[in-house]
């Protein structure tokens, strides 16, 4: 009867882990198309402008053994390839950069562009046109270089075949603080004092990258203290501000009067 009883039990936890590994982190196990498809002729391209880089998705990463490398900095960009599309495994779940993949929002996945970015796509098979934004990461496939929403792939008229081969063009745009003549900062955030002159350098260099925004530091004494600006906006700074107190928890604006 114990032996039995092991049995049992050892059956029933094998049938467990198989149906639980079978689909991962996702409810379904293959993609496929929604159930129930609202109206999408009404969805219009994305308003492409200036986006702050995120803080999650744009570090280097490696996937099934292969290292891909995030084009921080990247003005110009053109490829051609084929384009695939994902739908109702994905809907709902983090996209690379924490947002919620909508299925029926005009977005798209790039294994290597910085998060979120914009491009146009060309279906070269019928020279239909759409732009998207670029918030995720893939597509995985050999020969693939770009992974459209349900409703982008909609826009393009590839649902049924799957993929198509297409032309994109990153859209870029100068950071918000470059884009007024009559700019004149008065905000600055202050994040770190180091001793140390290659410290600063580099740090200056990677967090004006990161955040698509002038860096200097200031020597004073033997010490440097580093700062990212000046932003003629308190709002924008606050927001970079609340997005390193992570890892600078001292940080703080600077004010000019």
């Not at 882990?17 to 129930?36: A, F, L, M, V, W």
């Not at 053109?78 to 994902?86: C, F, I, L, N």
């Amino acid at each position: 009867m114990c032996k039995f009883k092991i049995s049992l039990i050892s059956l029933l936890t094998v049938l467990l882990i198989g149906c639980s590994s079978s689909t991962g982190r996702y409810q379904i196990e293959n993609d496929h198309s929604p159930e129930k498809t609202p109206p999408l002729g009404h969805i219009e391209d994305v308003n492409p402008r200036y986006e702050a880089y995120s803080r999650g998705g744009n570090k280097d990463y490696t996937v099934r053994g292969i290292d891909y490398k995030v084009l921080r900095g990247i003005t110009t960009l053109s490829e051609r390839g084929k384009a695939s599309w994902y739908g109702n495994k994905f809907h709902g779940h983090l996209t690379s950069n924490g947002e919620r993949y909508d299925m029926f929002a005009m977005t798209a996945a790039h294994k290597n562009l910085p998060l979120p970015s914009y491009v146009k796509v060309t279906n070269l098979e019928n020279n239909k046109q759409i732009i998207v934004r670029v918030n995720d990461r893939g597509p995985f496939h050999k020969g693939r270089i770009i992974d459209l929403s349900y409703a982008a792939a909609y826009k393009l008229d590839m649902l049924k075949t799957g993929t198509a081969k297409v032309e994109i063009e990153l859209l870029h745009f100068p950071a918000q603080e470059d884009l007024s003549n009559q700019f004149n900062g008065e905000y600055y955030i202050q994040y770190l004092v180091t001793s140390s002159p290659g410290k600063a350098e580099d740090l200056g260099k990677k967090h004006s990258a990161e955040y698509q925004v002038k860096n200097l530091f200031i020597a004073e004494n033997k010490l440097y203290k580093l700062r990212l600006g000046p932003f003629n906006s308190q709002v924008r700074a606050e927001k970079i501000l609340a997005e390193m107190k992570s890892d600078y928890p001292q940080a703080f604006i600077l004010h000019n009067e």
